[in-house]
């Protein structure tokens, strides 16, 4: 039994290091959340700075921008999740029907890289490739004569290279999990399909897709909790000042009003509405998955 | 599998082909033309001549860069900050993953323990906290505030635990028999046996740690200390040229113009990514369907 306690002991300092570092960089900062409700005076720190109430979410509601930044955060979003969706399982499939196994490898090489790239190099790279005397301005202009287009200062066109781009850096990752399923399809369902004559779409319809539907649901379900995550990395690193209208989210808002302009309480309020909202989604959505698709985390 | 030869199935295959060689090149083209600029004549590179190939060939770009120490010094920082994060974090890990994939029996606290994780995972007290916490524990400017936030992924965490799960409960029994110690048992039978999951998520941790440049953002003001990525957010990315307001910033822009250095920059900060690559993709596609392996 003595033995058992201090099992008990060494397993706690095993788990020492690594609680301690949650607690400081993420428990610890969730107390300051009590700053959303607060006015805050830097010499008094956040705990003896006055009580407020609701006043800074008021102050949020009476600007325009707290609706233009949720707007365009759930907008884009859900742009970036149906695409983002469809498309890996559209070329997972495209790669599945593939004969050539060398030549799928190659292409799965190469569309899994730049999900490896950070959006800060590909920007300065899309930066350039979109500008006003851009090659992409280039192409269009002696292909169809287009005038200039400016992309990166245009609210239409912004919004699609957001989307575009982030769908162009992820769709090859994403269709990772598909070509593991695909493969654990039993071949002989295959045999048995081309013994009764089936043709390609009727295995793709009746064999193909049933092997991946369990796939399908857990990535679409899980998709569900980044509605609000409408990608800061990328956005901070491509917007300006004319797209504003199209492409403000909230992460990128809270990061000016709290950081740049120091209004801590704002960024605060804004973040700890986005990080409850979120919280619900997570739940919602591991919900969802571990109904349909027998999902546990551990 | 029977082979269909008729001409339609020929065709459709040969479309397929010619569709995913096409989807490859527009996932690779970005980069290639990135290349080809950083390897051309600045003045062709200006005038929008280069698409695939460099015109104009020439190193004088990587050369302008060999004399740049700031972006060396960043470069430095970076490395740094990898290998200590990877080392640091790699214990770390191990660690907290033994006593989480012991059961309830054998460890009471285990779930506790277990759902603070996940709740740290999908809570978080935004940005701002983090930042005024950061401030207040005096890490700015301070090369471990590069580090200790990032040293713990839960995500890398649970990926061990599930691993660890599955490795045969009679090991720990039959070493616990002989007197093992969890000490013992996590780096002597465990590690050694989980080298496949270790390893992906310490490629995986090398990727973010590299990418990362928002906590050298906002917590060091001085060039010398920040990581590569913070340096090239600032040098390609912020400048604005509608939001120019001072001399030092058409100055700076006047140096980034060079499209061709930029370019060299570019690809210089991707390379240490392209080199784990091969690395990474041996290991990535098992190291993510590792962790639906459960009991």
């Excluded at chain 2, 020439?58 to 700031?70: M, N, Q, R």
Aim: charged share 15%; glycine share 6%.
């Amino acid at each position: 039994m003595r033995r058992k306690w201090s099992e008990q002991i060494h397993f706690n300092l095993m788990l020492l290091p690594g609680m301690l570092l949650i607690l400081i960089f993420t428990i610890w900062p969730m107390g300051g959340i009590v700053l959303a409700f607060k006015h805050f005076i830097p010499t008094k720190g956040i705990w003896h700075s006055p009580w407020t109430g609701w006043e800074n979410y008021s102050f949020v509601f009476d600007t325009p921008v707290a609706l233009r930044v949720f707007k365009n955060t759930v907008i884009i979003a859900l742009m970036k999740i149906a695409f983002g969706f469809l498309i890996p399982i559209v070329f997972a499939l495209m790669l599945h029907e593939l004969r050539f196994q060398w030549f799928k490898r190659v292409v799965q090489t190469i569309v899994y890289l730049p999900h490896f790239l950070s959006w800060v190099l590909l920007a300065g790279i899309l930066r350039d490739l979109f500008a006003v005397d851009g090659i992409i301005n280039q192409m269009l202009h002696s292909l169809f004569g287009t005038e200039q287009i400016m992309f990166m200062g245009d609210n239409f066109w912004f919004r699609t290279i957001i989307v575009g781009s982030d769908i162009w850096k992820e769709f090859g990752f994403g269709t990772i999990i598909y070509l593991a399923a695909l493969t654990g399809i039993n071949p002989s369902l295959y045999e048995a399909a081309d013994i009764d004559g089936a043709t390609r779409m009727q295995k793709l319809k009746y064999v193909t897709l049933p092997g991946i539907a369990t796939t399908i649901v857990l990535v679409g379900t899980l998709s569900l909790q980044n509605v609000l995550n409408a990608g800061f990395d990328q956005i901070f690193n491509l917007y300006n000042t004319l797209v504003y209208d199209s492409s403000d989210i909230i992460d990128t808002y809270v990061f000016r009003s709290g950081i740049e302009e120091g209004h801590y309480e704002i960024g605060t309020a804004i973040g700890l509405m986005k990080s409850a909202v979120s919280f619900v989604l997570i739940i919602f959505s591991y919900s969802l998955a571990s109904r349909f698709a027998n999902y546990r985390i551990f | 599998m029977v082979r269909n030869t008729t001409p339609g199935a020929k065709a459709a295959e040969a479309v397929l082909v010619i569709l995913l060689a096409l989807i490859s090149f527009s996932s690779l083209f970005p980069i290639i033309h990135n290349l080809a600029i950083s390897f051309s004549m600045p003045a062709k590179a200006m005038a929008g001549f280069v698409t695939v190939f460099p015109k104009g060939f020439t190193i004088e770009s990587y050369k302008k860069l060999y004399e740049d120490s700031v972006f060396f010094s960043s470069f430095w920082v970076s490395v740094k900050r990898v290998v200590v994060t990877c080392a640091i974090s790699f214990f770390i890990s191990l660690l907290m993953s033994y006593p989480l994939s012991r059961s309830v029996r054998e460890f009471k606290l285990r779930n506790v323990y277990m759902w603070l994780l996940v709740f740290s995972m999908m809570f978080n007290g935004g940005l701002i906290p983090f930042y005024l916490v950061v401030r207040q524990m005096h890490l700015m400017n301070n090369f471990w505030v590069l580090v200790l936030p990032m040293l713990v992924n839960v995500f890398n965490v649970i990926l061990i635990v599930n691993y660890f799960r599955s490795i045969p409960k009679e090991l720990d029994e039959s070493a616990a028999m002989d007197g093992a110690g969890p000490w013992y048992k996590a780096f002597r039978i465990y590690m050694p046996l989980s080298m496949p999951v270790l390893a992906t998520t310490t490629l995986f941790l090398i990727v973010t740690v590299w990418n990362e440049f928002m906590l050298g953002l906002i917590f060091i003001n001085h060039e010398s200390g920040i990581p590569l990525q913070t340096y090239m957010q600032q040098l390609v990315v912020r400048i604005d040229p509608t939001l120019m307001q001072s001399l030092e910033d058409v100055k700076r822009l006047a140096s980034v113009s060079d499209k061709t250095l930029g370019a060299a920059k570019i690809f210089a900060s991707m390379l240490p990514i392209m080199l784990v690559y091969p690395f990474l993709q041996r290991f990535f596609i098992s190291g993510i369907m590792l962790g639906s392996v459960k009991e």
